[in-house]
């Protein structure tokens, strides 16, 4: 797993930046979560549009002007679709987009395919 692989592999220690893993509800994250706002989100969870939407409205909160949101599973496409639904209807400018897509499950690449965008909060 993503929370695994990075126990065992990133020492943080000698980061000049933070990292902060989250498992469980995101429902209820805030900025009082957090030490600063954040620029890279890794969205592995509830793949339900309401759980998504709730999460995606919460991280307008606690995100920098400009970040970055990389979505799990996007071999599924409805996920795509439901990140892209919210992106428009926030109004947020799409500054790269890239989905990363192989089979199914692959254990030699991204597994179930990752969607990647940088995204711009400017003029909300």
């Known amino acids: 797993t993503f929370v695994k692989n990075l126990q065992e592999n990133i020492s943080t220690e000698t ?3 933070d990292i902060q893993v989250l498992n ?9 979560d957090f030490k600063h706002d954040v620029n890279v989100i890794f969205y592995d969870g509830d793949n339900s549009e309401h759980k998504m939407r709730e999460f995606f409205i919460n991280m307008m909160d ?13 071999n599924v496409e409805q996920n795509v679709v439901i990140t892209k639904r919210f992106i428009d209807g926030m109004g947020l400018k799409v500054l790269f987009e890239r989905e990363l897509l192989n089979d199914q499950e692959d254990i030699d ?3 179930n395919g990752l969607y990647v965008v940088v995204l711009s909060k400017s003029g909300l």
């Not at 469980?24 to 994250?29: E, I, N, P, R």
């Not at 606690?62 to 996007?74: I, N, S």
Request: no cysteine.
């Open 15 to 17: 980061l000049d930046f």
């Open 62 to 74: 606690f995100t920098e002007d400009v970040f970055t949101l990389v979505v799990d599973d996007a």
């Open 24 to 32: 469980g509800d995101s429902s209820g994250l805030g900025k009082k």
């Open 109 to 111: 690449m991204w597994w």
